[in-house]
């Protein structure tokens, strides 16, 4: 088989970040319908619109944001390039760019999944239902992946598949992070805030895997350094950076697609910010610019794998 | 009509009544297996066989065995409908269809080779000069060039139709980049799921292997001296509607797919952009038209092909199937004349015969059109898609009238034919089973010699009354199963 066509990879990269974007978008989303029920009067759905830095074009175009108006806008808006409906429309144009090099269940899975997505109307879209939907979007994506995991060649794709994926996951769980950035540091009887660290934790799956490494008392800034650090909790930063070394290496050795320098460089960059941490102590303030600070970085790796492997010369 | 109960033994085919028109399942000489196929057909229950196509069609839906619709921001994709009751050709059809169409290909490939070099057919005066030179698809730029193999039409898909009587005749040939195969074999694949017990134990030859033959077949022509071809087939896009035929057919292939972006010319050598840079390429399966392949030598605004493509191809440092300039051999024109050009090349007649055409630029041809206007099909020759036919029987005086006219004037523009009585197949329509016209077009492969795929893409109007199969118009496929 001749090498990977450079745009090709570009789709399968695409391919992977896309699904992994609309997986944590319907996270969030359940997160904060929790921190919003629990908490009338306090944060609202203005936060995940803050979260996106989508706070200006909303009021644009929505004006105050209502729950509704919110849910509506990253469900299922179609204009909203960052809604599930259109990260799952993005990923099945790439997919369909790339139906020889994926396996036909991955086609067909992502196929029907959208379909699905794609009925969803307004009415279906309330607060009451949100849990539903946003637990049905997390499970075709972990089904998307059980799929690939089981058909897709551990080939030159499947290594840009990976590496859209990993990048993606290490960029939203930044972003779930800082959710609870400014109650790192709650008061001895902040109730809420415990509770609110909780929901995060199992938003992302991580509550029993945090407990078996912290039996005991939970406190938020050990929460935190589990999902920035550990090296086996699968959405946990460093674990995702570590991943898309592997793939590069493989690219590298296997596939013979050499690495620029360009991108050897961003790649330690980013391997050595994840590898130090934001220092000592874990401050509200610090660890809202360390996660910036990540998401800058990761997104450097993404245009130099770009300018590497995609352009084609 | 008489209510009739479900459990009635005949039930399913007790209202079918081809009428007066050949039944590809109940027509003379059909066989066995066809008699045990009809019978297994009619004692299925009439829910059940609705839920079974239901269940075909949504699969066919999930897996995007679809043909793709672009409206400003959305990506439709329709299914083209599947009929679940198969078009069965006997082993004497097949043995007629796979000797016929492969008498055709050569015979086209004989041509094209001539036309393009020493023009024996056109000095001889078999086929006119003019028809040939003035024709829109004829590429001066293809003069004196000669393709591996002699082979110019590599992928050929012969579109058949059967009269009354139960005969095959031609009704055009497809030389440039002819579609649909695709869904001969994923009919095949959801039909043995949906009606595993309808083929049980009766032999039907597989069609599986084209993309293995195709590849064959694409490095049978590769450039001489190259032993181990980088074959890739070239496609419009994602936009083209026949895209899930290019990715079916890649994947069937072991293949790239590529598109003109992907590809560059450099010192008259074609190479592709991979992830590692660039990588020589030596066969390619376009499947775009001619017009579109280099904008240096055809359309200049062309954005799909591939600048330089051409030189690189008249250099043979790559080689384009089907090749360039194949589109004078599928003309309405030239279609008339091909029992003589096989006659000619081959010195033998037609296996498959055309349906009879009259030859308005012929004086004798001309004649008998205008005596007999009202009972034919007059179609202007170098037009495409049924633009400017006339259909003698249905139409008004007054269009008979301008016909006349026209013909007079200009009768080199024209070619006439009977009415042909397309043949029918049982199809489920609503609750019922009704017949339908069907034609066929079976997809011959020629590399370093000829190949057949068993069957073909079974087409079916499925209107009542209607003649016209294209998807466009309402038309579906069927599975045809070609028995062993």
């Known amino acids: 088989m001749a090498s990977l066509v450079a745009r090709f990879a570009a789709n399968i990269y695409w391919l992977g970040r896309y699904l992994e974007r609309a997986e944590n978008v319907a996270r969030i989303l359940a997160i904060n319908e929790t921190y919003a029920r629990d908490n009338p009067g306090g944060p609202s759905w203005q936060r995940v619109l803050d979260l996106h830095a989508d706070s200006k074009r909303f009021l644009e175009l929505h004006g105050e944001p209502t729950p509704e108006s919110v849910l509506a806008f990253y469900l299922i808006d179609r204009d909203n390039p960052s809604s599930i409906v259109c990260c799952a429309r993005s990923a099945r144009e790439n997919a369909r760019s790339v139906r020889h090099l994926i396996s036909t269940e991955m086609w067909t899975h992502l196929n029907v999944f959208y379909t699905g997505l794609s009925a969803l109307q307004k009415r279906d879209v309330t607060v009451n239902t949100l849990s539903k939907i946003s637990h049905s979007v997390v499970t075709g994506c972990q089904d998307f992946e059980g799929v690939a995991e089981g058909t897709f060649l551990r080939a030159e794709p499947w290594c840009f598949y990976q590496l859209g994926k990993y990048i993606e996951r290490a960029d939203q769980t930044t972003r779930i992070l800082d959710m609870g950035y400014d109650r790192l540091t709650p008061a001895g009887d902040d109730a809420v805030a415990w509770v609110h660290w909780n929901v995060l934790l199992r938003s992302v799956s991580g509550y029993h895997a945090y407990r078996s490494r912290h039996p005991g008392a939970s406190r938020p800034p050990d929460i935190a350094a589990f999902l920035l650090y550990d090296d086996e909790f699968p959405r946990a930063v460093k674990l995702c950076v570590g991943h898309v070394t592997m793939r590069l290496r493989d690219l590298e050795h296997r596939h013979g697609s050499e690495l620029t320098a360009a991108l050897e460089t961003e790649r330690r960059r980013l391997e050595f910010l994840v590898g130090t941490g934001p220092g000592k102590t874990l401050t509200p303030r610090r660890l809202h610019h360390y996660l910036d600070d990540v998401q800058q970085h990761l997104a450097r790796v993404s245009d130099a794998i770009g300018a590497c492997y995609f352009a084609g010369d | ?484």
Request: hydrophobic share 35%.
């Open chain 2, 1 to 484: 009509m008489p209510a009739r109960s479900d459990n009635e033994a005949t039930h399913l085919f007790a209202d079918y009544d081809p009428g007066e028109w050949f039944c590809e399942l109940r027509g003379r000489g059909r066989g066995a297996h066809t008699r045990d196929i009809q019978k297994r057909l009619g004692a299925l229950d009439r829910a059940a066989l609705r839920k079974r196509a239901k269940d075909a069609a949504k699969e066919l839906f999930n897996l995007g065995i679809t043909f793709t619709v672009y409206s400003e921001r959305e990506a439709i994709d329709r299914i083209l409908p599947f009929d679940v009751i198969p078009r069965i050709l006997t082993p004497n059809d097949w043995q007629q269809i796979e000797s016929g169409t492969k008498q055709r290909v050569a015979a086209l490939n004989h041509f094209l080779h001539d036309i393009y070099h020493d023009e024996k057919i056109l000095k001889d005066g078999i086929v006119p000069e003019d028809l040939v030179k003035t024709n829109a698809n004829y590429r001066e730029a293809m003069k004196g060039f000669s393709v591996p193999q002699g082979t110019y039409v590599h992928v050929c898909g012969t579109d058949l139709v059967r009269d009354e009587k139960g005969r095959f005749r031609v009704l055009e040939d497809n030389a440039r980049t002819p579609s649909g195969v695709s869904y001969v074999i994923e009919n095949r694949h959801l039909m043995m799921r949906a009606f595993p017990d309808l083929a049980d134990g009766i032999p039907i030859a597989d069609v599986d292997e084209y993309g293995s033959h195709l590849m064959r077949t694409m490095q049978d022509v590769a450039p001489t001296g190259v032993t181990d071809p980088t074959v890739v087939l070239l496609s419009p896009g994602v936009f083209n509607s026949a895209y899930f035929e290019h990715v079916f057919l890649a994947r069937e292939m072991g293949a790239q797919l590529v598109e003109g972006r992907d590809l560059i010319v450099e010192d008259d050598k074609v190479f592709m952009r991979t992830t590692s840079g660039r990588e020589r390429l030596h066969v390619i399966y376009r499947r775009i038209d001619d017009d579109f392949l280099d904008p240096k030598v055809f359309r200049p605004d062309s954005l799909l092909g591939v600048p330089g493509l051409f030189d690189a191809y008249r250099k043979g440092n790559v080689t384009l199937a089907n090749a360039v300039g194949t589109g004078v051999a599928d003309d309405k024109a030239v279609y008339a004349y091909m029992p003589r050009i096989i006659k000619y090349y081959l010195g033998e007649d037609p296996i498959l015969e055309n349906v009879p055409t009259h030859i308005c630029r012929e004086p004798d041809g001309l004649q008998y059109t205008l005596d007999n206007l009202e009972s034919l099909v007059v179609k202007p020759v170098g037009e495409s898609g049924g633009y400017g036919v006339v259909i003698g029987p249905r139409a008004t005086k007054r269009e008979l009238r301008e016909l006349r006219a026209k013909l007079k004037k200009n009768p080199k523009n024209f070619i006439a034919q009977p009415m042909v009585r397309l043949s029918v197949s049982p199809t489920l329509v609503g609750r019922a089973i009704e017949p339908r016209h069907v034609d066929l077009r079976p997809f011959t492969l020629t590399g370093k010699s000829s190949w057949v795929l068993p069957g073909g893409l079974t087409r079916v109007a499925l209107k009542r009354g209607s003649l016209i199969v294209n998807s466009s118009q309402g038309g579906g496929s069927k599975d045809t199963w070609v028995l062993g």
